[in-house]
């Protein structure tokens, strides 16, 4: 279940970032302040060259980067909300105009090496609550961290 990885510390209600790699920047942190063992630089590099071989727009507005990462010593998860959306630079197109660029909700995910039967549970379990009626906006309305945590609970129990 993905609401055991997440804490309100790694929930983010108004990302600052307007851009991919600010917004990789931003929650990167917010998982280093939980877990300062995890090098940053590192989590920054794989997420740039993630990105570079396949983008991690999931649907319209969501994005779900995810890597592995040698620090990461077991996965670590971190959700953004921009209402006002993060240019994601969506095939090379950084238009503001380009309205699939604009990212409103992103699960950012790191895993540690050893993981990969729990990293496609983990997707699959991601994949599941995103597809849910009503999360992606619920999500959205959120007032607070906790209020995101206990969203992603109450949909879970629905799948």
């Given at each position: 279940?993905?609401?055991?990885?997440?804490?309100?510390?790694?929930?983010?209600?108004?990302?600052?970032?307007?851009?991919?790699?600010?917004?990789?920047?931003?929650?990167?942190?917010?998982?280093?302040?939980?877990?300062?063992?995890?090098?940053?630089?590192?989590?920054?590099?794989?997420?740039?060259?993630?990105?570079?071989?396949?983008?991690?727009?999931?649907?319209?507005?969501?994005?779900?980067?995810?890597?592995?990462?040698?620090?990461?010593?077991?996965?670590?998860?971190?959700?953004?909300?921009?209402?006002?959306?993060?240019?994601?630079?969506?095939?090379?197109?950084?238009?503001?105009?380009?309205?699939?660029?604009?990212?409103?909700?992103?699960?950012?995910?790191?895993?540690?090496?050893?993981?990969?039967e729990r990293q496609l549970r983990v997707l699959a379990?991601?994949?599941?609550?995103?597809?849910?009626?009503?999360?992606?906006?619920?999500?959205?309305?959120?007032?607070?961290?906790?209020?995101v945590c206990n969203i992603i609970r109450e949909y879970?129990?629905?799948?």
């Open positions: 279940m993905i609401s055991s990885l997440i804490k309100p510390e790694s929930v983010i209600v108004r990302l600052e970032s307007t851009d991919k790699e600010s917004l990789f920047a931003e929650m990167t942190e917010s998982l280093v302040r939980i877990d300062p063992s995890v090098d940053r630089n590192e989590v920054l590099d794989a997420l740039s060259e993630r990105e570079r071989q396949s983008g991690s727009i999931v649907m319209n507005g969501i994005a779900v980067p995810h890597v592995e990462c040698p620090s990461v010593r077991k996965p670590m998860m971190a959700v953004g909300i921009s209402l006002d959306g993060v240019d994601y630079d969506v095939c090379g197109v950084g238009s503001r105009d380009f309205a699939e660029s604009l990212i409103h909700l992103v699960v950012l995910i790191l895993f540690d090496r050893k993981s990969t379990d991601c994949a599941r609550i995103l597809h849910i009626p009503g999360f992606y906006k619920s999500c959205l309305r959120a007032g607070s961290a906790q209020e879970e129990i629905s799948y």
